[in-house]
């Protein structure tokens, strides 16, 4: 490979549901999974967050002090379409949208970050085949509206995360337990996914990818019953969506779907999005699921996760590996190999307790970046990078208790300050050439 590439993308991320608040926009699935006791480790909600929605211009001010050249950001369907259809309200992201290019930042939106509008969940959510019609329907009146200023387009975060939890165990919104019956709930969000491309292409939207969670998976034990369970494990949560999207079938075993629908699925992209964060130890079934997570598997599922030893943990509990990063982009070159479009990389980042003195977050960058300059040398065509997150935020079930911004955010007050992660990343930025990976001088990151 060529290691010369010209504007390599550095980036932050956030979503919707977890800085903006509620003011403004209809009930979501989560805000309703949020009001059942219990269900937020520290019984708060996402009604204020941080306040990004009236502090949007002070937070774009952090990202051009930053120097970043992306923001990912997602739009909330029910601030945009209450309903789940019908007029759109784009006001918020119309002022949004101007002020990042103004501020010189390129605005990558995500259409779909887990935010169902409740009454679509109410409808069924994504067990319903037409929630992917609707979905398509509400990308095309965001793109009318932004696509003559956003160059860069995202159509769903994390299809895995919303099938297996929040339908499949119901530790996320939903709350759903149909275990293996949530299958379908895959099918109709990758379905989503291209009717939303499709709708995008013809609105005069380009650019378009999506983020997808992708992780290694390691086998705990000797036994075949290890190697079984660690191989459905991993097609579960890595293979069930990416061959669909890039090979247009599914894994042997998990065919689904009406005719034309892989067709669909497997429109070309432009780019493919990955979020990393750590691999998964898995082996046969009988392992509760350890402090990685944090979640209670069933009895009676066909695989455990085991505890991963002998690494740092994150304030989250995950262990910190930084190589999984590497092993994970050359095992999708090497499965997909010209079918995989270049990768950036859509989510990276880590929790931690610190407030402004985060030295662990430092380390757990500059090893990442690392990492991720080894597997660009050994051909792995990456375009770009973007840390999760800018802000602190509202961190699902976690409630306030876990902090992944690199800027500190006061849930009383909504004070942001920057984080000295923030001044590393900065600091990074501005000494990476556009050549990155190639020489680079000498300053903090890979050298």
Same mark, same amino acid.
């Given at each position: 490979?060529?290691?010369?590439?010209?504007?390599?993308?550095?980036?932050?991320?956030?979503?919707?549901?977890?800085?903006?608040?509620?003011?403004?926009?209809?009930?979501?699935?989560?805000?309703?999974?949020?009001?059942?006791?219990?269900?937020?480790?520290?019984?708060?909600?996402?009604?204020?967050?941080?306040?990004?929605?009236?502090?949007?211009?002070?937070?774009?001010?952090?990202?051009?002090?930053?120097?970043?050249?992306?923001?990912?950001?997602?739009?909330?369907?029910?601030?945009?379409?209450?309903?789940?259809?019908?007029?759109?309200?784009?006001?918020?992201?119309?002022?949004?949208?101007?002020?990042?290019?103004?501020?010189?930042?390129?605005?990558?939106?995500?259409?779909?970050?887990?935010?169902?509008?409740?009454?679509?969940?109410?409808?069924?959510?994504?067990?319903?085949?037409?929630?992917?019609?609707?979905?398509?329907?509400?990308?095309?009146?965001?793109?009318?509206?932004?696509?003559?200023?956003?160059?860069?387009?995202?159509?769903?975060?994390?299809?895995?995360?919303?099938?297996?939890?929040?339908?499949?165990?119901?530790?996320?919104?939903?709350?759903?337990?149909?275990?293996?019956?949530?299958?379908?709930?895959?099918?109709?969000?990758?379905?989503?996914?291209?009717?939303?491309?499709?709708?995008?292409?013809?609105?005069?939207?380009?650019?378009?990818?999506?983020?997808?969670?992708?992780?290694?998976?390691?086998?705990?034990?000797?036994?075949?019953?290890?190697?079984?369970?660690?191989?459905?494990?991993?097609?579960?949560?890595?293979?069930?969506?990416?061959?669909?999207?890039?090979?247009?079938?599914?894994?042997?075993?998990?065919?689904?779907?009406?005719?034309?629908?892989?067709?669909?699925?497997?429109?070309?992209?432009?780019?493919?999005?990955?979020?990393?964060? &750590?691999?998964?130890?898995?082996?046969?079934?009988?392992?509760?699921?350890? $402090?990685? &997570?944090?979640?209670?598997?069933?009895?009676?599922?066909?695989?455990?996760?085991?505890?991963?030893?002998?690494?740092?943990?994150?304030?989250?509990?995950?262990?910190?590996?930084?190589?999984?990063?590497?092993?994970?982009?050359?095992?999708?070159?090497?499965?997909?190999?010209?079918?995989?479009?270049?990768?950036?990389?859509?989510?990276?980042?880590?929790?931690?307790?610190?407030?402004?003195?985060?030295?662990?977050?430092?380390?757990?960058?500059?090893?990442?970046?690392?990492?991720?300059?080894?597997?660009?040398?050994?051909?792995?065509?990456?375009?770009?990078?973007?840390?999760?997150?800018?802000?602190?935020?509202?961190?699902?079930?976690?409630?306030?208790?876990?902090?992944?911004?690199?800027?500190?955010?006061?849930?009383?007050?909504?004070?942001?300050?920057?984080?000295? &992660?923030?001044?590393?990343?900065?600091?990074?930025?501005?000494?990476?050439?556009? $050549?990155?990976?190639?020489?680079?001088?000498?300053?903090?990151?890979?050298?």
């Amino acid at each position: 490979m060529n290691n010369a590439r010209v504007n390599f993308l550095w980036g932050v991320a956030a979503s919707a549901f977890q800085i903006e608040g509620a003011a403004g926009r209809g009930p979501s699935g989560w805000d309703a999974f949020a009001a059942q006791p219990g269900r937020i480790k520290d019984g708060t909600d996402a009604s204020v967050a941080t306040g990004h929605v009236d502090r949007y211009r002070e937070d774009v001010a952090l990202m051009k002090e930053l120097g970043v050249g992306a923001y990912r950001f997602s739009i909330s369907w029910p601030r945009v379409q209450p309903s789940g259809t019908g007029p759109a309200n784009l006001d918020f992201y119309d002022r949004l949208v101007d002020e990042l290019c103004a501020a010189g930042i390129a605005p990558a939106p995500t259409l779909y970050h887990w935010d169902t509008p409740l009454p679509l969940e109410e409808a069924g959510g994504w067990t319903n085949r037409d929630t992917a019609y609707k979905l398509a329907d509400y990308a095309s009146a965001v793109a009318e509206r932004l696509a003559d200023r956003v160059p860069m387009w995202i159509t769903i975060n994390e299809p895995a995360e919303v099938t297996l939890l929040g339908y499949g165990l119901g530790q996320h919104a939903p709350g759903r337990n149909l275990l293996f019956d949530a299958l379908p709930v895959a099918h109709h969000q990758l379905l989503g996914h291209g009717l939303a491309v499709q709708a995008l292409r013809a609105a005069g939207a380009d650019n378009i990818g999506l983020a997808a969670s992708h992780s290694p998976v390691w086998t705990a034990g000797d036994t075949d019953q290890d190697r079984q369970s660690a191989g459905l494990y991993d097609t579960l949560m890595n293979w069930l969506f990416a061959d669909p999207i890039l090979l247009g079938r599914y894994p042997e075993g998990f065919e689904q779907g009406a005719d034309g629908d892989l067709e669909i699925i497997s429109a070309p992209l432009d780019w493919y999005g990955v979020n990393y964060y &750590s691999p998964t130890l898995v082996g046969a079934p009988g392992a509760a699921l350890d $402090s990685y &997570s944090g979640f209670d598997l069933p009895p009676d599922l066909p695989f455990g996760i085991h505890d991963l030893q002998g690494y740092p943990r994150t304030g989250f509990g995950w262990p910190v590996v930084p190589d999984g990063l590497r092993e994970i982009l050359t095992t999708l070159r090497d499965r997909y190999g010209d079918r995989l479009p270049p990768v950036h990389i859509t989510e990276n980042g880590c929790s931690y307790p610190d407030e402004v003195a985060d030295t662990r977050r430092i380390d757990y960058l500059d090893g990442h970046l690392r990492a991720l300059a080894q597997a660009m040398a050994e051909g792995v065509d990456v375009r770009g990078y973007f840390v999760w997150s800018i802000l602190d935020n509202f961190e699902w079930i976690e409630g306030y208790t876990q902090r992944f911004g690199l800027v500190h955010v006061d849930f009383d007050t909504l004070r942001r300050t920057p984080k000295d &992660s923030y001044r590393w990343y900065q600091e990074f930025i501005s000494r990476a050439p556009d $050549s990155w990976p190639g020489t680079h001088r000498a300053g903090p990151g890979p050298a």
